[in-house]
């Protein structure tokens, strides 16, 4: 079974500053994607940024960036420029490209922004 | 478009009561999953399906049930609620395999 780590249950980053948060994830699959959720207080769940495990290139979304090594299964998430509106738990999220009926998800980090 | 609707939003009930948490979407979408939402442990697969008639359990199926008779509905129905069952649930939607899934807000149920 797959299973997806976050190793940092919380984070702090100063306003207009960079801040990255880890992911490692478990599978014995080569196909599969990745993804970044937010989940602000409103509790809406946002997809922030994905990333297709047979492309190399790192996803980018904005500030949003994502540092993928497949070979090491880490897939960390960089926010620059960090906004206030930023504040949020960020969940890591695994799916299967094959039997893709699940996401596997992280525990979760908070992010909190200091201005 | 609204997107994926749920509801309740806010939901309590005793212990041994039963309820339905229900979910709609007008997207058109084939795939529809419930989760629940603990602290401490991310979300959680309770069933899933694959388009209408088409269900299956996730990775915590026991005390919940769901149906899908029509594209556009997912109920998740909880027959005899219990303490454990306190959480946040969430309802699902995409469209297939390569695309993202778009949630609902959520619905806060207390089990007392």
């Known amino acids: 079974a797959q299973t997806v780590t976050q190793s940092q249950p919380e984070m702090s980053v100063q306003e207009a500053e960079t801040v990255t948060l880890s992911c490692t994830y478990d599978?014995?699959?080569?196909?599969?994607?990745l993804f970044w959720y937010k989940q602000p207080p409103s509790r809406q769940m946002i997809l922030v940024i994905r990333?297709?495990?047979?492309?190399?290139q790192n996803a980018t979304e904005n500030r949003f960036s994502v540092n993928f090594q497949k070979a090491a299964k880490s897939f960390s998430l960089k926010i620059s420029d960090s906004q206030l509106g930023d504040a949020a738990m960020y969940f890591c999220?695994?799916?299967?490209?094959?039997?893709?009926?699940?996401?596997?998800f992280g525990a979760g980090t908070i992010l909190r922004v200091k201005s | 478009n609204a997107g994926v609707t749920q509801t309740p939003k806010f939901q309590v009930l005793k212990t041994g009561q039963s309820m339905t948490l229900q979910c709609a979407q007008d997207?058109?979408?084939?795939?529809m999953s419930w989760y629940r939402q603990d602290p401490g442990m991310g979300l959680r697969l309770i069933h899933y399906?694959?388009?209408?008639?088409?269900?299956d359990q996730g990775e915590v199926p026991n005390g919940y049930n769901v149906s899908r008779s029509t594209t556009e509905d997912f109920p998740l129905r909880l027959l005899s609620a219990a303490p454990s069952q306190t959480s946040v649930y969430f309802c699902?939607?995409?469209?297939?395999?390569?695309?993202?899934?778009?949630f609902g807000q959520g619905t806060r149920l207390t089990v007392v």
């Open positions: 699902a939607s995409r469209t297939g395999m390569n695309t993202e899934a778009f």
């Open positions: 599978t014995s699959e080569s196909d599969y994607y």
């Open positions: 990333q297709e495990a047979y492309k190399q």
């Open positions: 999220a695994y799916r299967s490209g094959l039997r893709g009926n699940k996401l596997v």
């Open positions: 997207m058109n979408h084939e795939y």
């Open positions: 399906s694959v388009g209408a008639g088409i269900t």
